[in-house]
């Protein structure tokens, strides 16, 4: 199928239509997800997001998107590589409080980029994080492919 | 320790008969708890209790006096030896109700020997009385959960943790090694890993990606912390014991 693709606007529209349609599929698959987040922490930006609000507060995404990069990035990642005596700095990470759980999962293809999910309650981080690895794979070798595939051709 | 036999037989009643193939029937583990403290409760002379699954793996009990003097379950051991910095029925507790119920928990079978204990008993061992154990059991299936101390609790599940408290270690437990690392990170990133949560009772994981190694866990609760490395296969627990113990009020 040949796509109507005229020039890195619009391919880069689509690039990002595909995305958010798989990060809003992975969130509907983790119960009790109530946002996704795909960040970039190199950038501290969010690329994209999915939440069950209509138009969630960008402030909330981007104190995610920071609290990702203070987690697995900087002097806390070090630290914590050091502490577990790891090769690498941490991949994963939980944070319980408030009554909300938030967890956190680096791109095992991209260090820079994460996703990170904020959860009900009630709901079960470990089976997040479970559909968080197994979904990370189907979602961002294709950002990473189409981005490169733009860039070779702009 | 003559009812031996009669606790054996319970224990294959609770466990094995009714245990489904791959479901854990944590159900069963407070009728197992409750036959293990009338077994406490009736052993006056030192013995090692034996608690060993369907794996081969064991949990050991050591009972004199109606007390628990010393705990080994996956996790590591915990000692009932007094010292000055750290309560030894806390420890005890929190192991009983952490790695030790865990144990408990994920086990299909379950059966129990008992036994003259390997070593002499410490005299300083003093350990836990069968009734603060159970009060403290009972405690943690109430509402009363709220006022278990989630950062002697997660020391529990430690290989190695330390307390803080006002950002000064005031306790350590564990492999001196990894104790070691620990102390590395209480003078630097721990204060930064602090600082991620936005104040208030919190719990902080960290580790590889996967289910394998070690986790690096921050826990704060009422003005104190723990640093904690243990197991990923504790993750589960902690989690559950942070969004348990840790009381609404002292979330922010």
Redesign the interface.
């Known amino acids: 199928m040949h796509l109507p693709v005229e020039g890195g606007r619009i391919s880069t529209r689509l690039r990002a239509m595909a995305l958010s349609r798989r990060i809003q599929s992975l969130r509907g698959s983790i119960p009790g997800c109530r946002s996704l987040v795909y960040a970039d922490l190199s950038a501290r930006l969010v690329l994209c997001s999915d939440s069950d609000l209509p138009r969630p507060p960008q402030e909330a995404l981007d104190a995610l998107c920071l609290r990702a990069v203070r987690l697995m990035t900087g002097p806390v990642a070090e630290a914590a590589r050091m502490a577990l005596a790891a090769d690498l700095p941490p991949g994963e990470a939980v944070v319980v409080q408030g009554g909300g759980i938030e967890v956190f999962l680096r791109a095992p293809t991209a260090s820079d980029e994460a996703l990170c999910a904020v959860l009900d309650p009630a709901a079960d981080p470990e089976v997040a994080l479970a559909l968080l690895r197994g979904g990370i794979d189907a979602i961002l070798p294709g950002v990473t492919e189409h981005a490169a595939t733009a860039d070779r051709g702009q | 320790m003559g009812g031996l036999d009669r606790l054996n037989s319970k224990l294959a009643k609770l466990k094995g008969a009714d245990a489904e193939d791959d479901q854990i029937v944590t159900g069963a583990t407070e009728g197992i708890i409750a036959a293990l403290l009338a077994e406490i409760e009736e052993t006056i002379l030192p013995r090692d209790m034996v608690l060993t699954n369907e794996r081969g793996e064991q949990a050991l009990l050591v009972v004199v006096g109606r007390r628990v003097v010393h705990l080994e379950a996956p996790g590591g051991p915990v000692s009932g030896v007094a010292d000055a910095e750290d309560d030894p029925a806390a420890r005890l507790i929190a192991a009983f109700t952490g790695p030790f119920r865990t144990f408990l928990d994920q086990a299909r079978e379950i059966s129990i020997d008992a036994m003259r204990p390997h070593h002499r008993v410490d005299p300083t061992e003093i350990g836990c009385s069968v009734e603060t154990l159970a009060a403290a059991i009972t405690a943690v299936g109430t509402d009363e959960a709220a006022e278990i101390d989630p950062v002697t609790a997660g020391l529990g599940h430690a290989v190695a943790g330390l307390r803080l408290a006002g950002g000064e270690i005031v306790a350590r437990t564990g492999d001196p090694a990894l104790v070691t690392?620990?102390e590395?990170?209480a003078g630097?990133?721990?204060a930064?890993?602090g600082?991620?949560?936005?104040g208030?009772?919190?719990?902080?994981?960290?580790?590889?990606?996967?289910d394998g190694?070690?986790?690096?866990v921050r826990i704060e609760a009422r003005g104190e912390a723990a640093l904690i490395?243990a197991p990923a296969a504790a993750?589960?627990g902690l989690?559950a014991l942070?969004?348990t113990a840790?009381p609404?009020a002292d979330?922010?």
Not at chain 2, 195 to 198: L, R, Y
Not at chain 2, 213 to 216: K, R
């Open positions: 690392r620990l590395g990170l630097g990133g721990a930064g890993l600082q991620v949560a936005a208030g009772a919190s719990c902080t994981l960290l580790g590889p990606a996967g190694g070690l986790i690096l490395l993750r589960a989690i942070c969004r840790v609404s979330r922010s």
